[in-house]
């Protein structure tokens, strides 16, 4: 549990099915608005966190032409549309997924301070791994830059929908995924650019479960959280 003044943070296990983790998405996104009609502040959030299987996504503007291959064909996986922000990605096994519920406005943050704050946890998370990050103008996420050796690569991808001033989706950081899959796909739509991860940066294992444990933390830092006793939130999912 974390909490922040009169706000609570209930941390909740991803769905490895992503039908499954929209759905219990959608359930955290009414139970926050129920209290926000309610109230007029939602001071109840929720945080997913964990693996996908595997699975294609495609952001609400996204381009269909930059799925590679057909759905459906052996080692393909499925595809599904969202309304998040962002072009096309992938989620599989090894890369860490957090999805965040919150009513912006009672965190007393507007949605671009929100992304900041995603991204400085991821890239302080990195860090402490030696993994030199940066940021684009142009692209949301987190990068590598250029190298005599590698191209300009992205590590984390991030797109997030808000309605009503709550949040929805996140990010999804590059552990040790099997990056194969991103060669099947534009990745968010951009032909010039890579994909890594933590372990092919740092050329060893990642340990998934010390990764999700840094992130966690820097996230309550960057949202000024601090990780608390209390029971969960009064509202049911």
Not at 62 to 89: A, F, H, V
Not at 187 to 214: N, W, Y
Request: charged content about 15%.
């Amino acid at each position: 549990m974390i909490e922040r003044d009169n706000i609570q943070v209930e941390i909740r296990p991803l769905s490895a099915n992503y039908e499954r983790a929209m759905q219990e998405q959608q359930v955290a996104y009414n139970a926050v608005l129920r209290q926000l009609t309610a109230t007029g502040t939602a001071h109840c959030a929720y945080l997913f966190i964990g693996e996908h299987a595997s699975v294609y996504t495609l952001g609400l503007h996204g381009k269909l032409s930059n799925l590679l291959t057909e759905t459906g064909t052996e080692g393909t996986p499925n595809l599904y549309r969202t309304n998040r922000g962002g072009d096309i990605t992938y989620h599989g096994p090894g890369q860490l997924v957090v999805y965040f519920i919150a009513h912006l406005p009672t965190l007393r943050i507007g949605a671009r301070q929100y992304v900041e704050c995603l991204e400085r946890a991821v890239m302080a998370t990195l860090a402490s791994y030696l993994i030199e990050t940066c940021l684009l103008d142009d692209a949301p996420g987190v990068w590598l830059s250029v190298s005599p050796t590698r191209p300009l690569r992205k590590i984390c991808a991030l797109g997030i929908h808000v309605s009503r001033g709550i949040t929805t989706h996140g990010l999804a950081l590059n552990v040790q995924p099997q990056l194969a899959y991103f060669t099947k796909i534009n990745p968010c739509g951009f032909t010039d650019r890579g994909v890594t991860s933590m372990q092919q940066e740092l050329t060893h294992p990642v340990d998934l479960a010390s990764v999700k444990d840094s992130l966690l933390q820097h996230l309550a830092y960057e949202l000024h959280f601090t990780y608390g006793t209390k029971e969960g939130c009064d509202t049911e999912l």
